[in-house]
Each structure stands twice: as structure tokens, then as C-alpha cells.
């Protein structure tokens, strides 16, 4: 069940300058929006999403941020690490007309749904917002895809500037979608939900994790008290509706609320 | 539904035998409410310290066959912010809740007692047995049955709320703990804590899996090392027992119930059965009064005391 296994990092892609893909040999089983824990012994255990699968091989797409992300940027193809999972729930794979909404460093687990989506029959549209040119991720392997897909910067550096909820809002006026897909800031999935309230969507979360088993209660949400790391981090409109600390606050590590 | 599992605990009415004890799933008001949608019958809150705590870093929880290790590190938000989250739980619900404090002395179990004082929460529990904070703080208090009388008095002289001394497995003698306990007034006894502490090592990386290096053991592994002291200290003491570790099926809770736990906590099985699993094992407990011809929880037997 979910059982730690230490393996070798089996390439690293760079990405951006701050965010890279870390490639692992290894049949992993998840799927899109599942996450998993990974640490080097040396202090520090963090979620991550899963941004590709096969029955080979599973990639993680980090950006530096923090002591963690710092020392995991140090390590070379063939370091080992240690992981478990995968974790949590995952995306509905629809086969209508489906939207994703990515935003920064949260777009990655948006590739592998848009995989799933199109074996499936789904006709795919993507649009991916950041701050700059540089936090933009996964342009080129979205557009291999063959989907619709459409970039912005909130500082205009590819000439128009705004965020990808102004590009969702538009593609909602221009036709009729049957499933939204966001993940990414929590902010801009808050800004997104009022232009949603007739469609089906499910969002993408991120809280502090230290278990990712459901006991240490470090990422429930208030009022439901569902577990990110079990019930969610991917939840559906019914329950996101319900959710009185979206876009609110968190917790830290010590269980305090920090607002947003 | 379940009314032949209705009991009382320290002459509070409950729903299920079955505790969500401390440490598990009682971050936030909706943490707790979510385990009493689930069936529990009593809630505990994280052990509250007077400052906030992070805990240990990350890795805290490992795996192995028969159980876990954990060493979460008491991280909570410290008591102010957790009285906070008692007090919007009780808003929304007519469960008990134990309100489960940390300290490493006296003064502060003390300033403790008297915040809860003002609190909505029914019960107050004195963790004197956390195993790992052991580098911080050294031997658990617990294991002491002068610390545990000196503390216990002093509370119960300051507490408005029946007090609960959560002891630990890993002492010679239980039995003496608990009388040290119960004379010092302690209303309830809640065990056994974690047990060990014990450590897992990656073997490929040559390196502690838990970044503590040392965690205490739960699941059931443990479950007959609970049953013996919940069993000894029952053969000696007066008061109720709040029955605790590797407690997974229904089968585990009559068990604990026949060493003479009054209540019994689930908390590592939360992992291995999902949060349902106070629900599965109020079914379970049914089932076995069925099969055996009890119509009430209280006709389960206790065993016979032992001799002491």
C-alpha cells in the first residue's frame, strides 16, 4: 500500500531556470492530479504532482523555492531519492468538450490529464498563464499534443499581458465546455470559480503535507474536514463549493491558519 | 441505530465507544467533525503546548509490516489558536471532546489546565508520555510515578474539567503508574501511547527513514502489548480506561473492552481503513454481540481481574 521505494533519479530536464522535470525509472500506477512524497533523508518530506506516467516511467516537475527544492536542484541522474505513493485522488477523465486552466508552476499535472483526456476522445483546450515568459511551463509538450492552447504573461512578455483566467473567461464566452480542469495558485482558481457556475469542474489543491495518509490531519479543509492527501488534492465542484477556507487561508506547519 | 452500542463515559452519554485519540486527524474543528461523521463517539484534539510547534521534519511517519512508526513532534498551534478550533467544533457538535495538553513541568501543565478552564471542551487529558520528543525534553514524565502524582494532584486541584492521565507502555511496572494516578484523583486513564520508540533505515541510502531518526510505534503490532497493560492496570485501578493501540477491527475493541477498557481509541487504523473506519468497527462490535448473544455493549464481559 503506497510503500516507500528508493530510487534513481533517471534524468533531469531544465525546464526554466528555476523549474526542472526529474525523470524516474519506474512503474508508478498513478494517475492525473495524484502526487507523490519524496525525500532525501536529509531533512524534509514534500508533495509533489505527478506531470507524466507510463508504465515505464513517471516525471515530477519541481521549482526551486525553498532549503528542499534547493538541495533536490543540486542532485545529478543517478542520486538516489526515496518516494511514496502515489497519493490522493484524481481527475474524472472526460471524453467531451474539456477546458484546462494552468497557472505558473501548477500547470505540469495539467500534461498528464491532457493525455488521458485525449485517448479518451476528449477535445482539449489549454490555456497557461504566469508571471513572466520564464515561469511558463510545458508550452512546446502541450503544444505537441496537438490541443488547443493558448499562453499569457501577467507581465505581457509575449505581448499581451493578463492571467490564464482571462483566457478561460474568453474561451467560456466562444463555446460551450462540458468539463473545466484548473490547477495552480489558489488565488487563481478563486478568481476562475465565479465564471464556472454552470459548468462541471475540478480543481487542483495544495496544502502542507507531512503524513499524505490521512492520519496526521495537517491538510484537512475546513468546514468538511476532508484530507488533501485522501479525499482530495483534485476536488470536485460539490465539494469545492462547500469549502469556506478557499482562497481564505491555510495551515501552517504548526496547524495555524495563515490567510491568503 | 447503534443504540446498542451507547455508553457513557465519565458519566458523559456517547454514541460509539470508539475515541479519535490525540494526534490523529484533530488539527482543525473540521478535522474532528469529519471523525464524528464517521462514527466516533469522542474526539481528542492534538496535545496543545503553550507555544506553537512545528514538529519534526519531514519524514515523519514510516511503514513497516504490522505497523507504523511516527514522530510527528507534538506540532500544534499552541493553545490559544487550539482552543479556538475546540470551541468551533463544540458550536457545530454535541460530541465530547478530550482537550489533550503537553507540558514538560508542572507550572506549565498548569497554565495550561487553567485556559482549558475556559474552554467548551468536556474533558482535559495530560499527555505525560509523547516518546519523541525525548532529545528536547528527555524521559517522558510517565514513566515516573512521582511525576505523575505531583502533576496529576496539582491539576485536579486547578482543573474545572475531569482530567485524563495518558500514560505510556514503556515502563517497567504500569500498574504503579496507574495507582500513582489515580490516587493523585486522575478521573480516567488513557492507554497506552506509542510504543519504543523504534527506527527504520533505508538501506539503500544507508540512512534513517524518519528524519527524528526515532519514532514510536503504533498499529498492530502493538495491540498485545496494549491488552496486557490496559488488563494489569484495570486488575488495580478504579477509574475508566480509555483502551488504546493497534485497535483495526471490531474483533480488537471487544478485546479491549474484555481487558476492561471502558472506551477504546482507533487511531492508526484510520490509515489502513480510511476514515470509515469507526463506522466498519461499530458494525464489527455489533456483529460480535449478534453471534454471541449481547444485546448491549455493557454485556460484553471483562475478563477476571488479575490477583495483585
Partial sequence: MNKRVTIKIAEIIEETKDIRTFVFQHNLGAKPGQFIMLTDFEGGEKPFSISDCTET???????????????????????????????????????????????????????????????????????????????????????????????????GCLGRAGTSVDLAKEAITGQKFDYVYAAGPEMMMKALQPHLQDLEYEFLFERYMKCAIGICGNCTMDPLGIRLCVEGPVLPKKLVEQLTEFGKYHRDATGKRIEY | MHKRIKTKFLGVEIESPLVLPAGVMDMSYSGLNFACKNGAGIVTSKSLTLQPRSGHKSPVVAEFAGGMLNCMGLCNPGISEGLIE??????????????????????????????????????????????????????PLAASKEEVFKIVKAVKELSQKPVIAKLSPNVYNIVEIALAAQKAGADALCMINTVGPGMAIDAKMVKPVLFNKFGGLSGPCIKPIALKMVYQSYSAVEIPIIGMGGVTYGIDAVEMLMAGASVIGVGTAV?????????????????FMDENGYETIADIPKLKKLEM
Avoid: W
Avoid at chain 1, 72 to 101: C, E, H, T, W, Y
Avoid at chain 1, 126 to 155: M, P, R, S, W
Avoid at chain 2, 108 to 132: A, I, M, R, Y
Fill in chain 1, 57 to 155: 516511467e513517471f516525471f515530477i516537475t519541481v521549482k526551486r523555492i525553498g532549503d528542499f527544492t534547493t538541495r533536490l536542484f543540486q542532485k545529478n541522474a543517478g542520486d538516489f531519492v526515496s518516494i511514496r505513493g502515489p497519493f490522493g485522488s484524481s481527475f474524472f477523465i472526460s471524453s467531451g468538450n474539456v477546458l484546462l486552466v494552468g497557472g505558473g508552476y501548477g500547470t505540469p499535472p495539467l500534461y498528464f490529464l491532457a493525455q488521458e483526456l485525449l485517448k479518451n476522445g476528449a477535445k482539449v483546450t489549454v490555456v497557461n498563464g504566469a508571471k513572466t515568459k520564464e515561469d511558463l511551463v510545458f508550452c512546446d509538450k502541450f503544444k505537441e499534443l496537438g490541443v488547443e492552447y493558448q499562453n499569457i504573461t501577467q507581465l
Fill in chain 2, 271 to 287: 490509515y489502513y481503513r480510511g476514515m470509515e473506519v469507526f463506522e466498519k468497527i461499530n458494525e464489527e462490535m455489533i456483529e
Fill in chain 2, 86 to 139: 475546540i470551541d468551533q467544533f463544540k458550536e457545530r457538535s454535541l460530541i465530547p471532546v478530550i482537550v489533550s495538553v503537553f507540558a514538560t513541568n508542572k507550572d506549565d501543565f498548569l497554565s495550561l489546565t487553567k485556559q482549558v478552564n475556559d474552554c467548551h471542551g468536556d474533558f482535559l487529558e495530560l499527555n505525560l508520555s509523547c516518546p519523541n520528543v525525548f532529545d528536547e525534553f528527555g524521559i
